[in-house]
């Protein structure tokens, strides 16, 4: 781990929200960071709202209450924030209030990239074509709105061969070049979760957010997948990930966010987190191998 | 031994269905209820029918047991479903071979069956199913690439056809202008019906669809002053040749190029503007399919979801979908009205919508040439039903095989949703490839739910 260097700006700032299902409160109260350049990690016991915060964030929940923030070219400044609030309107200079956007656009402006906790590919079409999908923006534009494609302009040839390469190198990083013509619904669920990802990457986002990366891979396919979030942090797209595999959180993640029931019991380093007394107990709660797993994972 | 026991299940198995056949059979078949001479009802029995059903039930039922179809017909779909290298140039030659049939069509007939013979055939078979394959193809924009189930397609297809009848006799304003006006007010009307509806998905989508269809029919039955009501439009001006009617006058067609006169000049006319029209719509749509807005409707039909996390506008998508599947609707009622010369609301109801989106699902949601081979057997085999006058001889002077249409697609129907519930080209083959374009076979590509 590099030696503790002053904060890097904040990227994304969750403040007090809540969201309430009916009588439910799955997300209580929750404040925290994310930061530019850091692989931050959101953990929890099942059901304690991890997935629901990331529906918030991305627009496909609106929050009962709070505010969520996003600057996606620059760091999130209190005072530009709240004039921002006052003034009722979305966003605006590099300042994105997100719960007051659609989902589509939290994805276009504030550059908040996702995948599902249940792969949602695009099952019939191919790899490639998963790719070029979402690369739908640039490709629009350079189409004219199709009228330049329909005619086959040299203009939009050239991007849409920008976008196959764009597509190729995500293809190769994530080592499915030879099945680039096959049907993602018909590849193997590894590969189905890597794609996923290259999709988002695709996308262009600052911000990636991973619902669970790492569910249902091997050990070997599991390095594979730190090795590849390490790449995309480094190379200047920040993470929020959910997970379960305390080995992966351990091993990648550069701040952890601790969720029970809707509302935080801890926030810090990754070595802060492993010693909290709160965090052990909220996994005691849980069936008895995954304590077990847990406690030589954290080392308790 | 499991040899009898299997023939025993079977007997068994027919028996309750020939059972169950003539159970039906009893109240449909069996009594018949007629006025006699002094108009009073008389009960008829006609056991022999109930009988002759249940047998027929019996019977089918006892073959298909026995017979080793369900191999034979699985062994036959996996076939169809994997096209080799040799079955796509195999495709290719079909698609080239159909292309060319097409085309030299009215000049078949007419050597086959001389200039009176022949219009009928270039009329009821080919026009008809001409109008019908590119109704089909644009629809298949909605339905086949984005995923949305419309019932109402008729709409456009009316709108774009009074657009003609109206502004023709009123105005005197040519075809070909009106041709693009009444597709551009398709298009209008299309995203007009859209905004309200597209927030709704799935089966809402389809019953507001279908509601949107029936609301244009019934204000063109009631608002008389401007469409004339029931009663319709009539006299409106027919088709020239750029300028030149097809008329037996000095000034008409034929004079102009010094043959005789002969209406089947104005029929071969119609046919290749529908033809051109109908290659239009499909060259269209297969060049956007490799754009990046075709290739956002066909992401739509396969995970919504996804789709707006990749930052894609989805309310916008299905927008020009429904837009352009609109326009050519549009196109097509142009051309109805100027064909027929008489447009009325009764030509835009409902069954109009249901054959249309039957003509998309039998042929292959997504495949152009599906749709075609589905239009052709769809509406050249109703038009063919005409043609069965000699079995009058066999069921009587009263059997009318028109009347039995409806029953004969809903028969097809059954059979091909067993045989091929994705319809008769049910593969998809990807818009972009890196080494090698391989077709996906159709039970990974979703059918979208609006
Ligand atoms: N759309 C919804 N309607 C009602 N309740 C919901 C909805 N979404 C989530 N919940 C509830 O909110 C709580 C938190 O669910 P959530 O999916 O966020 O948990 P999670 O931390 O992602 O769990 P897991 O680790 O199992 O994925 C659960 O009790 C769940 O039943
Ligand atoms: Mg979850």
């Not at chain 1, 309107?89 to 590099?94: D, I, L, M, P, V």
């Not at chain 2, 001409?130 to 109402?152: E, P, R």
């Not at chain 2, 050249?380 to 002077?397: A, N, P, W």
């Not at chain 2, 809903?410 to 972009?432: E, H, K």
């Amino acid at each position: 781990m590099a030696p503790p260097q002053a904060p890097s700006p904040t990227l994304l700032r969750v403040e007090r929200m809540s969201m309430r299902f009916g009588g439910l409160t799955a997300v209580d109260d929750l404040s925290f960071d994310v930061r530019r350049g850091d692989i931050t990690a959101l953990i929890g016991p099942n059901g304690a709202g991890k997935t629901t915060v990331f529906n918030c964030i991305t627009g496909f929940y609106k929050p009962t209450s709070g505010r969520i923030s996003m600057a996606p070219d620059g760091a999130i400044d209190s005072a530009a924030l709240d004039a921002l609030t006052r003034s009722g309107a979305r966003g605006g200079e590099g300042l994105h209030l997100l719960e007051r956007m659609p989902d589509h656009e939290i994805a276009r402006d504030a550059r908040v990239a996702r995948t599902f906790q249940n792969i949602r590919l695009f099952a019939g079409m191919t790899a490639l074509e998963n790719l070029i999908v979402a690369q739908h923006r640039p490709l629009m534009r350079a189409s004219a709105f199709s009228l330049a494609g329909l005619i086959g302009a040299p203009s939009y040839r050239a991007a849409e061969q920008a976008a196959r390469d764009k597509a190729r190198d995500w293809l190769d990083r994530i080592g499915l070049t030879a099945r680039a013509d096959d049907p993602a619904g018909a590849l193997p669920y590894g590969d189905q979760r890597r794609l996923e990802i290259a999709r988002a990457m695709c996308a262009d986002p600052v911000l990636l957010c991973l619902d669970e990366p790492a569910a249902g891979l091997n050990p070997r396919e599991s390095a594979e997948l730190n090795a590849l979030l390490r790449s995309i942090r480094d190379d200047g797209t920040s993470l929020l990930l959910i997970e379960h595999d305390m080995s992966v959180v351990m091993e990648i993640s550069d701040h952890v966010v601790v969720l029970d029931y809707g509302r935080k019991i801890a926030d810090g380093a990754p070595a802060e987190i492993r010693a909290d007394p709160s965090v052990i107990a909220a996994y005691l709660g849980v069936p008895d191998e995954e304590v077990a797993a847990v406690e030589q994972e954290i080392g308790a | 031994m499991a040899e009898t026991s299997s023939v025993r299940a079977a007997l068994a198995d027919a028996a309750r269905y020939g059972l169950i056949a003539g159970a039906l059979a009893f109240p449909i078949l069996a009594l018949r209820v007629e006025p006699d001479f002094s108009n009073k009802l008389v009960l008829e029995t006609r056991w022999s029918w109930m009988l002759g059903a249940a047998i027929a039930a019996f019977v089918i039922r006892l073959v298909l047991a026995l017979a080793p179809a369900r191999a034979a017909r699985r062994t036959l779909a996996t076939a169809v479903d994997a096209p080799s290298a040799g079955g796509k140039t195999a495709t290719r030659a079909i698609a080239a071979f159909g292309l060319g049939l097409i085309v030299a069509w009215p000049l078949i007939v007419l050597f086959t069956f001389g200039p009176a013979g022949a219009l009928k055939w270039i009329d009821n078979y080919g026009v008809q199913i001409l109008i019908y394959v590119m109704l089909g193809w644009g629809l298949n924009i909605v339905v086949g690439l984005a995923g949305l189930l419309d019932l109402g397609y008729v709409a456009f297809y009316a709108v774009g056809a009074y657009a003609y009848a109206l502004l023709a006799t009123n105005y005197g304003v040519s075809f070909w202008l009106c041709l693009p006006l009444a597709g551009i007010l398709a298009a209008f009307w299309g995203i007009l019906l859209g905004f309200p509806v597209l927030r709704l998905r799935g089966d809402y989508l389809a019953i507001v669809t279908l509601a949107f269809g029936e609301i244009i029919r019934i204000v063109l039955v009631n608002f008389s002053a401007l469409t004339n009501g029931d009663a319709g439009i009539a006299s409106i001006p027919r088709v020239t040749f750029f300028g030149l009617p097809f008329i037996a006058g000095p000034k008409g067609f034929a004079a102009y190029f010094d043959i005789p006169f002969s209406p089947i000049h104005r029929v071969v006319f119609l046919y290749y503007l529908i033809l051109a029209l109908a290659l239009v719509t499909s060259l269209v749509t297969l060049r956007l399919r490799r754009l990046p807005i075709g290739r956002a409707w066909e992401a739509l039909r396969e995970d919504e979801i996804a789709c707006r996390s990749l930052g894609l506008d989805t309310t916008k998508i299905k927008l020009t979908a429904f837009a352009l599947g609109a326009m050519f609707g549009g196109f097509a009622g142009a051309f109805f009205a100027v064909r027929q010369g008489f447009v009325s609301p009764s030509s835009f109801n409902f069954v109009e919508s249901a054959t249309i989106l039957a003509i998309v699902v039998l042929g292959g949601r997504g495949s152009q040439i599906g749709v075609a081979a589905a239009a052709i057997a769809i509406v050249g085999g109703s038009e063919l039903l005409r043609e069965l006058d000699f079995l009058k001889q066999i069921f009587g002077d009263g059997f009318d095989p028109t009347q039995y249409r409806m029953l004969l697609v809903g028969l097809a129907m059954v059979v091909m949703m067993n045989w091929r519930p994705r319809g008769f080209v049910s593969s998809r083959t990807p818009t972009i490839f890196l080494g090698e374009r391989k077709t996906i076979a159709a039970d990974l590509v979703q059918e979208g739910r609006g």
